[in-house]
């Protein structure tokens, strides 16, 4: 009797071993595939490098790096064929620099106005609307800087050829403010209160407290704003690609029509380049170079980013 | 003495107006900002409804690209969209709600969790164009995929992953604690907790997230440019559904596409004036289905915002 008893509770330690045991099992496994798509970032950035770095190789095998760096022209797929990166970096550059001049103005003044300024209200209706503005797809852009902004510049100057970068930057700079006025924004939003009011108690207005004192307080913050901003600028594609034109052109002239790194990889990639050529791997060499410059910007904006969290 | 102080005071005043005049004159300058923001959006609407309306007809839909511009449409660009969303969403969406819920609930803090969050916010910033570059290296070439919808789902959901985790994150990070600790006391394991609890929960705030990173992908050019996406197709991908068997059919995943970006920007790159009007047709429709999941997602987070009281 008493041994019967012993065994059925045997029986059921056992059970409830077991069971602990399959649901260990279970936890593991599970947590293993969670880890697993944690780790598809990582495995991404490598097939990204890898990528790159690989087709580049084969590319700086027939193209010395110095001629990549200091040739003035770019002419990949003429039988004289130069490879000058210089060339598609000054459209880069040029269109960047005119996004920006657009985007840094616009973007902080919006945001001081809806963090320091604005009534509750206000920022409620304004935040989506430029969220929605951010959600047009680039494309879209562009087909509006080619039809709409272009026309309307030709007005103002002469001669304006029909593909140019000023439109272009233009319309990548109205692009652009809505992601530096939100994470600007932000960054201000972050700043204690004690701080504003401490600037009040002194009679300061609210400019010259949001000038003063919340700016600089948030300042690493809405550096990292540019940053991201430039970042965006130079990695943006269909709008460059639709209206600035596609022709390698070295010049740092607003008026004139260009191609940017990024114009000329869609431009060779919609083509039929088969693969394995030097125009083909151009393209991995013009990416390499466009990822390390978005790579030093970030890493930028992600230190500077951290930098201002550790403050408050 | 006493003009001393008239002076003084008369200063102080001076200064004071000056100061509310900065004032004032700034808050003009921030709305007129503002201002600036919502005519460009008014201008490109008016813009695309002046030139494109004349176009949207039910035939626009249900014809495929043509050489005539008044017989173009975009029933293949609308289908080749659906079709890699459809990839898109099924493979963005578990793995990213799965490296959200490892980083909030599971991870470390170790070295190998620093690395996937740095590896996170770099692949956040990087130049679209860029991925689509992985794809064709990889995709296409090494594993010979080659220019499909698979190839297109894969390379936008890998684009929209960071958006997916970090939003997953976010809503996870919002539910209190002592959620979690009431069904440990109970001796729920970890994904009973997870499972039951911080996945039901978070569920809106994630959802947000996905439409976002679907607004984003549908309207995404460049990588699928990239990878050589055909700009003319005249018929459809075969239908994943048959009355015969097996009935279920996954053909379409390597069936060549095209998607409403890039019909966008074949038309635009068309010199005829006809072709214009088509692309901003398609373009009107473009913006339309990215500015409803843009609005569905602000209104789901402003609905989450007023009911979640924890």
Redesign the interface.
Known sequence: MSSTATGTARAVVGNRMRYQAS?HI??RI??L??????????F??L??VY??V??SLVFFRAVPIWDFISDSQWTPLFSDAHFGIGVLLSGTLTSSAIALTVAIP?GT??A???SE??SERVREI?K??????A??????????A???VTPMLQQFIPGLPGFNLLSAGLVMG?MI??YISSISEDAMRAVPMSLREGSYAMGA????T?LRVVVPAAFSGIAAAYI?GI??A?????IV??AAGMQPNLTLNPTQPAATI?AY??QV??GDLP?GSVGYQT??AA?LT??LV??V???L??WLRRRYREVY | MKALDTSAREGMRASIATQKRRELLFSVLGFAALFLMFVTFVALFVDMISSGMDRLTLDFFTHFASRRAEQAGILAAWVGSFTVMLVTAFVAVPIGVGAGIYLEEYAPANKLTAIIEININNLAGVPSIVYGLLALGMFVHTLGLGATVLTAGLTLALLILPIVIVSTREAIRSIPGMIREAAYALGATRWQVVRHHVLPYSLPGILTGVIIGLSRAIGETAPIVTIGAVTFIAFLPESPISSTAPFVSFDWLMSPFTAMPIQIFNWTSRPEAAFQQNASAAALVLVAMTLVMNALAIWLRFRLRRNLKW
């Open positions: 649901r279970k936890e599970v947590e595939v969670l880890l697993l798509s944690a780790m598809v970032a990582v991404t950035t097939g990204i990528v790159l690989k087709e616009l003044i919006i001081i106005y809806l300024f604005a304004w989506p609307v430029l969220e929605l503005l959600g047009v797809p680039t494309i879209v852009f562009g087909y509006f080619l039809f709409f109205v403010v809505p207005t609210r400019l010259q949001a991201l970042s965006r130079v990695g943006e594609t269909m690609a639709v990024t990889i869609v990639a919609k693969h393209i991995f990416g466009l990822f978005t790579l910007f970030n890493l904006g992600f």
